[in-house]
């Protein structure tokens, strides 16, 4: 392998997960990105580095898993995306210090750097403090933490599920009380 492809390939990955995590617990990009893959295939003509087999990807509270990572990049070198596919493959990070973890999981889960989205296709599932929201595909912001659950397109997973389920957890009575004092 050549070591400069190397080298681009991973100062381009490490480019993605920092833009990725604006609203990441700080210390995240602070911390080393660990790889752990089967095997890893980088284009530097297409901007493109494939990893595969039992994938992780960590990087402080950030973990992505699955058998295949593919990141694209522009030909600036800046990140344009990354997709996972697994079964599932599985994404999770603590957004902020008062926040809890965020895990996402579905057959296919995509990270579109420039405008810090995620979308998640085919048995997707976003879970955070035992919320919990499924359906064929899930859009989530991670700037604004918006969720937005559809279906996916005719023939584009492996399970319908043609109507979304979530299950909303009621405030804790404490944690109201105190969201109403001034």
Known sequence: MNYTRFVTTIAALLGLLVAGQ????????????HIQADSAELDERKGTAVYRGDVVITQGTLKITGDTVTVRQLPGGEIESFTSVGQPAYYEQIPDVDKELVQAYGITIEYFARD???????????VQTDNTFRGEKITYHTINETIHAERAPAG?????EPRVQMVIQPRNKQDAQEQEQP
């Not at 604006?22 to 602070?30: H, V």
């Not at 810090?116 to 976003?126: E, F, G, L, M, Y």
């Not at 584009?156 to 319908?160: D, G, K, L, P």
């Open 156 to 160: 584009s997973v492996t399970r319908e």
């Open 22 to 33: 604006a609203a990441a617990l700080p210390s995240d990009r602070e911390q080393p990105i």
């Open 116 to 126: 810090n989205r995620i979308v998640i296709t085919d048995q997707a599932k976003v």
